[in-house]
């Protein structure tokens, strides 16, 4: 029950300071002008699980800043490269050093699929060259033929690329 207690106690402390820096934190109102839906497509090549965990924090802080200037995201992943190797079930396609960071990346990725606007997809061609098929891959991740085609479409559907890698 103290534990409780002091960690409420601490809760209480932390929260005005979270909400002053939130709400501190410039806006993006001349580039989101006119903007009502925020089309994004993370073409995620980055190979190094820790490297990852961190830019998908930022990506989760871009989705949160998009909802709070009134912009719904609409958010597409397309996993290639030495990417297709982090979105595995098993954490045994990347380094035995790595498993705690590959776990990171996997428990980040859930918790951008339970938010609205998130769709996620791999590469057919990245995961036939590290042997992983479409029951393989996380929960939640789709598997298609070739992402540099999804690349194109969602271009011409108007989603801005941005390359993680």
Not at 1 to 21: D, F, S, W
Not at 93 to 99: A, R
Not at 120 to 142: F, K, Q, V
């Amino acid at each position: 029950m103290k534990q409780i207690t002091a960690t409420l106690a601490l809760l209480a402390l932390l929260l005005p300071a979270i909400v002053h820096a939130d709400a501190n934190k410039p806006d993006d109102a001349r580039a989101l002008q006119g903007v009502e839906t925020g089309r994004i497509l993370w073409d995620v090549t980055l190979g190094d699980p820790a490297a990852l965990a961190g830019r998908l924090d930022v990506i989760r802080e871009t989705y949160d800043d998009m909802l709070r200037q009134g912009v719904k995201p609409e958010m597409v992943f397309g996993f290639r490269g030495g990417a297709a190797r982090l979105i595995a079930r098993s954490s045994w396609h990347g380094e035995l050093d790595q498993v705690s960071e590959i776990t990171a990346v996997h428990d980040r990725l859930k918790s951008l699929l339970e938010l609205g606007g998130i769709h996620m997809e791999a590469c057919s061609i990245a995961t036939r060259r590290i042997d992983l098929g479409a029951d393989d891959l996380l929960p939640g991740i789709e598997l298609v033929g070739n992402t540099f085609l999804s690349i194109m479409g969602y271009q011409q559907q108007g989603y801005a690329t941005i390359r993680i890698d």
